[in-house]
């Protein structure tokens, strides 16, 4: 069944699908954003001090620190929401970060003491990538820049 979306509320790139050549264009434009981003991810801990100071030093800048909850913003708006729980399950954080220069990243993450994991490569990807763990056990990876060069 085809999804009607009334046209002010539909995205460009359904516009794009759906009338002729001048919508390709508009979503095409290297001015166009795109219409969506990443709102809030969501990093439970139960060492919330040590975590919000984790969080800080990898470069996420604070807007709200509590001892229950901390906001924490990304390159982009995205807010990293830290909340405290008694019981948590480490493992693989439910996000993957990107920067700009993934090896001065690792440097500075080794001088800092953070143990970041050995750099690989993911030629299937085209991407270089490394891990952190932070305070609450749960692994964080770091990917290098996949952005377009387009705005965002």
């Keep these: 069944m085809l999804c009607r979306v009334p046209i002010k509320y539909a995205p460009l ?12 264009k508009k979503t095409t434009a290297p001015e ?9 991810i969501v990093l ?6 040590e975590s919000a100071r984790f969080i800080r030093t990898i470069g996420m800048r604070p807007v709200f620190e ?8 990304l ?13 948590i399950v480490a493992g693989a954080a439910s996000f993957d970060l990107m920067v700009d220069d993934l ?3 690792h440097q500075r993450f080794a001088s800092l003491g953070l143990a970041p994991s050995p750099i690989e490569a993911r030629p299937a990807i085209d991407h270089e990538v490394f891990t952190v763990r932070e305070p609450a ?3 964080i990876t770091f990917f290098s820049s996949h952005v377009t060069g387009k705005p965002v």
């Design 13 to 24: 790139s359904i516009l794009a699908s759906t009338e002729r050549s001048t919508a390709i």
């Design 32 to 40: 166009q954003r795109p219409a969506l981003a990443v709102a809030h």
């Design 44 to 49: 439970a801990t139960n060492r919330m001090e």
């Design 66 to 73: 509590g001892p229950q909850v901390g906001v924490y913003e």
């Design 75 to 87: 390159r982009g708006g995205t807010h990293l929401i830290l909340m405290l729980k008694s019981k």
């Design 103 to 105: 090896h001065a990243t």
């Design 137 to 139: 056990g749960h692994v």
